[in-house]
């Protein structure tokens, strides 16, 4: 219904536009000036009408063009500072007044006079836009004398300093955690609140949320159950008293992926992420966002192994190579055990010969305690 107005109104500005040409025709003697003896009623309907139709065609584009630049300047202008926005404005409106004072002169030249002014008045504004950014601290250092806007820059500095996390010891800047949609179907970031070792806001975007609805949504049952459990994880963290939860409304429409939205949103209030997602980890500390991994702090948790330790394991598997056996640690660690093929569905006491940290993991590769003791009585033997 809006887009249909709007179009109407385009469409009358048009033929209005058709009317003033025609006008400025007539008043200027081109159209008997190149033979043309037309009656006015006539040239000014076809004027009118030439000028609406364009208009109705062009409508639509135009609409596209102007809702995606605003919102292509709303994205940038919400990272630009409050300073520079304060001081830009205040450049570009006293640019505007310098040329309201010069467009004057151009009035009385025909035709060409008002797109002259028009001309004057958009590089003035920009130019007086430019400069007042540029030299934001002369602009505002005299705008201070005003006991209303030297309040209003105090508040403006103390709100971009905990923005950039600059603020003194007396007032700390806002401490976010920004949640990916990974991190929540995992499950685990619920007993890491319930521990109380996250301080700070939980941060939820509003397109994580969607996305989370629409995995929900989805029509495979795997996918299903993923989202329903990450809802669930969401409302089992809001309930915790130990952290805070907040919904965060902010879009960023000119992107569509929903990781470099995520890190878009790290890079605008300067926070960082809470994932397990490794591509998201990685593109994320390329841009300059932090990053806090739920992987890599389960396995900086994980109890450290040192090679020569004993310890008791059930093989449960065969290994890759021929005669190892694979074991498993509670919190998940993988034991190659060499020659532990036979052992299999047996507990069985393994000395641990060396230890592999990946990036999937740790790997633990151990031997039978018992082979051990043969090798070694056999090696003694031999000595006798």
Known sequence: ??????????????????????????????????????????????????????????????????????RWMDSRLTRVPTHDLMSGAVGGIIGLIISSLFSNSFVSVPFFGPILAVLLSLFLGYLGLTIGMKRKEDVLSFLNFIP???????????????????????????????????????????????????????????????????IADSSDLLKRNRGRRGLDILNQISKETAITVHIHEQDFDDINEVDSKLVRLGQVLNSPLLTNDYNLNKVAELQGVKVLNINELANALKPIVLPGEEMLVQVMKEGKEPGQGVAYLDDGTMIVVDSGRRYMGQNVSVLVTSVLQTAAGRMIFAKPKSSLEKNRWAFVRSMR
């Open 1 to 70: 219904m809006i887009r249909n107005l709007i179009r109407g109104i385009i469409t009358l500005l048009a033929g209005a536009l058709g009317f003033y040409l025609d006008y400025l025709f007539l008043k200027l003697n081109l159209l008997q000036s190149l033979g043309l003896n037309l009656s006015p009623v006539w040239t000014y309907a076809t004027m009118i009408v030439l000028f609406a139709i364009i208009g109705f065609l062009v409508a639509p584009v135009s609409i596209r063009s102007f809702l995606s630049l605003m």
């Open 148 to 214: 209303r806007f030297r309040d209003r820059g105090d508040k403006t500095d103390k709100a971009d300093k905990q923005k950039e996390g600059k603020t003194d010891t007396r007032s700390e800047p806002v401490n976010y955690k920004i949640l990916d949609t990974s991190v929540i179907i995992d499950g685990r970031i619920a007993d890491i609140v319930k521990t109380g070792f996250l301080e700070g806001i939980l941060l939820i975007p509003s397109f994580v949320l969607e996305e989370l609805r629409h």
